[in-house]
C-alpha cells in the first residue's frame, strides 16, 4: 500500500513528465537547465548556511565554506546526481555545545573525524542498511522535514527589537512580507505555464528582487543576515591538541555527527532515487560524504550533509546530473568571492516563498488519505517519524521508527505460528506448522503441543514453516524433551541441514526428505561443547 503512493509523490515532484528521458545527454539545452538550476539552488543555499552557522555558533563564513565543499564534493563523487549537499540545521543543533564548550577548533577536528567515520561507513558498506528503513518511515521523514522546513523559515518573519532580542513583525513591514512571499508563491506556480526556459524558482527569486530593488523597498535582504563576503577557503589544520583527552572530546560528537549526516543523506537519497527512478550508490554517497566532510573541516567549514529542501529545488527546476550541483557550488563560491554585495540586495521574502514552495512539494499530502486504508501499525509510524523529526532531530525519528516497525513485525509474526493436526492414522497425530518460528513465537510454538494426550507416534511438519534463529531452536529442543520424558516416539520432518547439524538433543528424531529446504540459520554452535551459543 505504500509504495505506490511514494511512486506517486515521486512523478508529482518530476514535473509531470511521463516519458522516459535520456537527462543525462549533455545537449545545449540540457547544460543551460543544469546551470541555471545549480544558480537558483546556490540562491537559497547563502541564508540557510549563514541560518545554521548562526545556530553553531560560528561565523557564517565558516557555513558558507561547507556549503561549499562538501557541496562540491558530494556533486563529483555522490551517489546520486541531483542531490545537493550542504550545511544543515539538524548537525548545527549538535555543534552548539561543542562550540560553546571547546571552541571553533573543537569542531573543525570534530569534523574531520566524523568525515573518517563516513569513509569507513562507506569502506563497510553500512549503507545498505538503510533498506532496513521501512516506506512508513520514508513518507513520516519526507513529512517532519517539510514542517522542520517551514518552521526554519518562520525566523525570516522576526526582526531585532529595542533590546536587541528577535521579535514577530507586525504592521506594514509584516504586510510586505507576507505579500512578497506570497508573489514569489505565485510567480512560482504560474511561470511554468507560459515557459520553461528558466526554472520557477529562480524567475520567483528574480523578478521579487527586481521590484524591491526598483521601489526601493524596506524590507529584510539576505545582507540584513550577516555579509557573505570572504576569500577562498584557506587550508587549516584545527589547532587542538593531539591527545588522548582531546579524542574523547570529539570521539562522541563525531559519532552522533556522522551518523545524523548519513542518515539523511541515504534518506535524500533514496526520496531522489524514487524521483529519479534510480537506485544504488548508498555506500558511494558514504564515501562522498565522508571526503567531504575530511576536507571541509580542514579547510575551516562547519560540516555538512545531504539537504532535503534544496534537492527539491534542485530536481523541480530541471537539474538531473552532476553538473546542477557543481554549479550551484561554483556560484556560492562566486558570490562570496565577488558578489557579495549584490546577492546581499535579495529580499529573504522571495527565499521564504521558494522554501514554502518547497515545503507544499515535499510533503506527502496523499499520506493524509491513507490513514484508513494502511495497517493500523504504519499509520502510527508515520505519525510517530513525523512528531519526533520535528520534536527532536531526524536520527532520533528514524531510529524510534525503525525499532517500532520492527516490534510490530515481529509481534504480527508471533501470533502467525499454529498447527493443523492430523489424527487420521491411527495412533499417530500429525502436528503440521505454520508461520515463522522464532523468539517472538517460541513460547506460542510450545503450547500447541499436548505430550500427555498424545498418542505415542508424533509426527512434526515444518513444510509450511521457518526455523529463524537459535531462540526456534531451544523451542523445538524443549519440545523434543517433553515427548522424551514421556517415553513417546518423535518425528521431525521438513527441517533444512542447518537445522539438522545444529539440533543437539531432538537431532536424531529427525527424518530426512528429498524435499528438506536448503535455508541457512545465522546462529552460532559449539563444536567443542555441543551446544547452541556460547563461543567457538
Known sequence: MIRPTLSAFADRLSLGDRKPRDFTAFTPARIKTEILSGLTVALALVPEAVAFAFVAGVHPLVGLYAAFIVGLITALFGGRPGMISGATGALAVVMVALVAQHGVEYLFATVVLMGILQILAGIFRLGKFIRLVPHPVMLGFVNGLAIVIFLAQMTQFKVPGSDGAKVWMSGTPLVMMIGLVCLTMAIIYLFP?????????????????????????DVPRVGDLASIQGGLPPFHIPQV??????????LPYALILAAIGLIESLLTLNLVGEITGKSGGASKECLAQGAANTVTGLFGGMGGCAMIGQSMINVKSGGRTRLSGIAAALFLLAFILVAS????????AALVGVMFMVVIGTFAWHSLRIFGKIPFTDAVVIVLVTAVTVATD???AVIVGVIVSALAYAWQNATRIHARVDKSLEGTKVYGIEGPL????????SEIFTPDDDPDLVIVDFMNSRVVDQSALQAIEAMATRYEKRGKQLQLRHLSRDCHKLLNRAGQLIVDSDDDPDYGLPVDYNVRTGRLGGGH
Do not use: M, R
Open 193 to 217: 505555464k507560459f515557459t520553461k526556459s528558466i526554472p520557477a524558482p529562480l524567475a520567483g527569486i528574480g523578478i521579487v528582487a527586481a521590484l524591491v530593488i526598483a521601489f526601493g523597498l
Open 241 to 250: 591538541p593531539l591527545t588522548f583527552e582531546t579524542f574523547q572530546i570529539i
Open 341 to 348: 554585495q549584490l546577492i546581499e540586495q535579495i529580499p529573504l
Open 394 to 396: 531526524l536520527a532520533v
Open 438 to 445: 522464532f523468539f517472538g513465537s517460541a513460547d506460542g510454538f
